[in-house]
């Protein structure tokens, strides 16, 4: 028996596995999937004798987002149906996660982009191919900023403030024609527990520098709640004081302090206003933007 509402999920973990051509000895018919009402757990898959159980915390299931729905189940029935028994708690060099058969031991975190559409490929083939955990071949995990030295920036905004009150917002000065540009935001006065928010079309990237919780957070669709991304925290020790956010052909990279923090796929931007939002107190920064082809 599996609940109705987890059925269609369970039906693309199969599909998967008929498009990479696995084929798999535990059927749909033989697994068990029910919702329960827990605090320890969002998913657990149980190894019985006559056949495998998972059940669903039913809390964590209504407030999730098709896409946390879609990872948590095929994440469980990689134990359940792929016998991946164990956790792989490994990330790459640049943070990101390895596999969705990631789990919380020891209080591991790692973050991936559960709404990327290359990551998903990545993901799908290291669940029924644990051998393929290699970064894919698009992730430059060596990428730095691009050079601005000796560049001049298309537009540029010196000492911009913004303050609780009066949120900063431009327009967006790139065409979105472009295909390789720079956004460069630093920081010029900011104290240590602040945190600031940066959108751009309808993305929002949250920048923590919270003493012990420095982290850094994508949101999209943002204009209708937003939803989390992809999230890392344990960043450097050292305060972020520049933000560079390049596009480079079909990809968005993110850097802190010139470090590398995630790459995914380009999606256009939904609107053309960037918006610089101070939680607690003013924000001083400089905003520029490198245009490279
Ligand atoms: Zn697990």
Redesign the pocket.
């Known amino acids: 028996m599996i609940e109705p509402e987890i059925e269609p999920y369970v039906d693309s973990f199969y599909l998967e596995a008929n498009r990479l051509g696995v084929e798999l000895d535990i059927k749909k018919n033989d697994i068990t999937i029910t919702f329960v009402e827990s605090d320890e757990f969002s ?3 149980s190894y019985g004798f006559w056949n495998n159980s998972i059940q669903i915390d039913l809390g964590f299931w209504e407030d999730a987002t098709h896409e946390r729905k879609y990872w948590l189940i095929f ?2 029935l ?2 359940c149906v792929l016998n991946r028994t164990e ?1 792989l708690n490994e990330v790459f060099p640049n943070g990101e996660c390895k596999s969705e ?3 919380d031991e020891d209080n591991f975190f790692c973050s991936s982009n559960k709404y990327s559409k290359l990551w998903k490929n990545y993901y799908i083939n290291e669940l029924f191919f644990p051998s393929r955990n290699k970064l894919p071949d698009w992730y430059e995990k060596d990428a730095i900023p691009k050079p601005i030295e000796a560049e001049l920036p298309v537009f540029q905004i010196k000492d911009g403030n913004s303050t609780m009150d009066t949120l900063f917002t431009v327009r967006n000065p790139i065409d979105t024609l472009h295909k390789n540009y720079q956004i460069h935001f630093q920081i010029r006065k900011w104290d240590r527990y602040d945190h600031f928010s940066f959108e751009f079309g309808d993305y929002k990237w949250f920048f923590n520098r919270f003493w012990t919780n420095q982290l850094f957070r994508i949101e999209d669709n943002v204009s209708s709640g937003g939803r989390a991304i992809f999230t890392q925290n344990k960043l450097t020790p050292n305060d972020v004081e520049v933000v560079q956010i390049e596009r480079r052909n079909n990809f968005f990279y993110f850097f802190m302090d010139s470090k590398l923090v995630h790459i995914m796929e380009y999606q256009s931007p939904e609107n053309d206003i960037i918006k610089i939002e101070p939680r607690n107190k003013e924000v001083r920064f400089d905003l520029k933007f490198y245009v490279f082809d």
């Open positions: 998913g657990q898959c994440h469980e990689g134990h956790h058969m990631d789990g």
